[in-house]
């Protein structure tokens, strides 16, 4: 059983940075990709920023405030974000692939950015 455990949301002032991170615990084999999406309230579920073989993926909306990392041997993926907008307000989703095909995701971090 394969499980995701997302930290470090919050709330934040605009100007402000969090980092979020997310661990990963049972059997992942051949991982495609890891990396977060978030999802703001009447939006869609979108991608903010993934890792996989091919390279790293930002979001345009985050380039340049956003940086992901991965620590494989902790099976551990973060999110350091900088430099926070209202609009980045959401709930994080950590999210890993399998090259198989199964997909995993996190319970969901809120992140509220607001003065």
């Known amino acids: 059983q394969v499980q995701l455990v997302e930290s470090g949301g919050g709330l934040v002032q605009p100007g402000g940075s969090l980092g979020l991170s997310c661990a990963a615990s049972?059997?992942?084999?051949?991982?495609?990709?890891v990396g977060w999406y978030r999802q703001a309230p009447g939006k869609e579920r979108e991608p903010v920023a993934l890792?996989?073989?091919?390279?790293?993926y930002y979001a345009d909306s985050v380039k340049g405030r956003f940086t992901i990392t991965r620590d494989s041997a902790k099976n551990t993926v973060y999110l350091q974000m900088n430099s926070l907008k209202p609009e980045d307000t959401a709930v994080y989703y950590c999210?890993?692939?399998?090259?198989?095909?199964?997909?995993?995701w996190g319970p969901g971090t809120q992140v509220s950015v607001s003065s």
């Open positions: 999210y890993y692939s399998e090259l198989r095909g199964r997909t995993f």
């Open positions: 049972g059997s992942i084999f051949g991982i495609a990709a």
């Open positions: 890792i996989s073989d091919g390279g790293t």
